[in-house]
């Protein structure tokens, strides 16, 4: 059986900090609060530094600087009307999942950010994983009415898992 959560470590300290389990709890909330089979899906995360996140934002989004996480979903699923709910994908099976996407994930800057927002480094990278895998889910930020929907399912996620709203 695939794993729900692929991790690959590019940056040690993501190891030492346990970015795996981490993940996996966040997708897994991400999935059952969507109403979604924690079996059938694989997500990909990749724990790297600075340098490396911001070569991968400079590549696909033509900004050459860091970021906290970066996201590639597997397929489209954003809804057409602003607002809306995006639709949900298929599973595959426990031996095949379907794949949501990717995600990649800053140590510096996810550190320099909680630090300075006086939150523990392991509920702001919670927080971005659900953020990052909602985006592979087809929720956005850029119109107002999208940005609604994906923060107030973001803040009932993490709700799910103790933490307090991001926003």
Same mark, same amino acid.
């Given at each position: 059986?695939?794993?729900?959560?692929?991790?690959? *470590?590019?940056?040690?300290?993501?190891?030492?900090? #346990?970015?795996?389990?981490?993940?996996?709890?966040?997708?897994?909330?991400?999935?059952?609060?969507?109403?979604?089979?924690?079996?059938?899906?694989?997500?990909?995360?990749?724990?790297?530094?600075?340098?490396?996140?911001?070569?991968?934002? &400079? +590549?696909?989004?033509?900004?050459?600087? +860091?970021?906290?996480?970066? @996201?590639?979903? =597997?397929?489209?699923? @954003?809804?057409?009307?602003?607002?809306?709910?995006?639709?949900?994908?298929?599973?595959?099976?426990?031996?095949?999942?379907? +794949?949501? #996407?990717?995600?990649?994930?800053? =140590?510096?800057?996810?550190?320099?950010? &909680?630090? !300075?927002?006086?939150?523990?480094?392991?509920?702001?990278?919670?927080?971005?994983?659900?953020? #990052?895998?909602?985006?592979?889910?087809? =929720?956005?930020?850029?119109?107002? #009415?999208? !940005?609604?929907?994906?923060?107030?399912?973001?803040?009932? *996620?993490?709700?799910?898992?103790?933490?307090?709203?991001? =926003?």
């Amino acid at each position: 059986m695939e794993p729900l959560v692929d991790c690959v *470590i590019e940056d040690e300290r993501w190891q030492a900090f #346990g970015l795996e389990p981490l993940a996996v709890r966040a997708v897994q909330a991400t999935l059952t609060a969507l109403g979604l089979p924690e079996t059938g899906f694989t997500l990909a995360v990749m724990g790297c530094d600075d340098a490396r996140i911001a070569a991968l934002n &400079a +590549s696909f989004r033509d900004k050459p600087t +860091s970021t906290n996480v970066l @996201s590639w979903p =597997y397929d489209d699923l @954003s809804a057409e009307g602003e607002g809306d709910t995006p639709g949900l994908p298929e599973p595959g099976d426990r031996d095949d999942p379907a +794949s949501l #996407g990717d995600l990649a994930l800053a =140590y510096d800057t996810c550190a320099l950010e &909680a630090a !300075a927002a006086g939150k523990p480094l392991a509920d702001h990278v919670t927080h971005l994983v659900v953020h #990052g895998l909602l985006h592979c889910l087809g =929720y956005d930020h850029i119109r107002e #009415g999208d !940005a609604t929907l994906m923060e107030g399912t973001e803040v009932r *996620i993490l709700a799910t898992l103790g933490l307090s709203d991001p =926003y």
